[in-house]
């Protein structure tokens, strides 16, 4: 399943390599199983459209008449990469809220 961090950030779901339905039913559960009244999709760099993508199947699939986008956040993160160099990674936050 998608990964989720503690207890604190259990609304969240990081989108990232592993195969696009995981993060589809993750953002369900959180929804469902869990009955969170938001649900953030958090992503970044290559994995962005990804994060985007699930937004788009959640809103037009079972859960879409009662799930509207509240917000979307972009940014980026500076971060050493394995070089030792600096780089800038774009990063995106799509907050999911019942409506």
Same mark, same amino acid.
């Given at each position: 399943? !998608? ?22 039913? !993750? ?23 990804? !994060? ?44 999911? !809220?019942?409506?």
């Amino acid at each position: 399943m !998608a990964e989720t961090k503690n207890k604190k950030d259990d609304n969240i779901v990081f989108i990232g390599g592993k195969p696009f339905m995981n993060y589809v039913r !993750a953002v369900e559960i959180q929804f469902g199983t869990n009955n969170n009244k938001e649900v953030i999709i958090k992503s970044r760099g290559k994995f962005i459209s990804r !994060a985007v993508d699930v937004e788009q199947v959640i809103k037009h699939g079972p859960l879409g008449q009662n799930v509207e986008t509240k917000r979307i956040e972009t940014n980026s993160e500076e971060f050493e990469n394995q070089e030792g160099r600096k780089v800038k990674v774009s990063t995106i936050e799509i907050t999911l !809220a019942k409506k």
